[in-house]
Nanobody
Framework: QLQLVESGGGLVQPGGSLRLSCAAS????????IGWFRQAPGKEREGVSC????????KYADSVKGRFTISRDNAGNTVILQMDSLKPEDTAVYYC???????????????????WGQGTQVTVSS
């Protein structure tokens, strides 16, 4: 069974850092495009970052550009989202998603990604 599991969320002060992991079981992540999305209370889910198959393309939302970095740990069959200089507005549940498409997207539309994790809570607060 194909499964994605996020980890690494938690409570952090503004300006701090968190490292989110997206671990896959049942399939090999480096053959998939991966996206990170987030949903804050009362808001629609939005795309944060993505990485295409074979790492041809990496994309970031304007709101996180220069602060977040997406990468792969192929040995661990994991995708990492390093989040630095966190702000209160980054507070949300963060989800990773996988698609067999060659290209990735941070646009959230039905069918963009076939597999989703359950999410991990990130809270940025003093």
């Amino acid at each position: 069974q194909l499964q994605l599991v996020e980890s690494g969320g938690g409570l952090v002060q503004p300006g701090g850092s968190l490292r989110l992991s997206c671990a896959a079981s049942g399939f090999t992540l480096d053959r998939y495009s991966i996206g990170w999305f987030r949903q804050a209370p009362g808001k629609e889910r939005e795309g944060v970052s993505c990485m295409s198959r074979f790492d041809i393309t990496r994309k970031y939302a304007d709101s996180v550009k220069g602060r977040f970095t997406i990468s792969r740990d192929n040995a661990g069959n994991t995708v990492i989202l390093q989040m630095d200089s966190l702000k209160p507005e980054d507070t949300a549940v963060y989800y990773c998603a996988a698609s067999y498409s060659y290209m990735c997207t941070i646009i959230d539309y039905k069918g963009a990604y076939e597999h989703w994790g359950q999410g991990t809570q990130v809270t940025v607060s003093s």
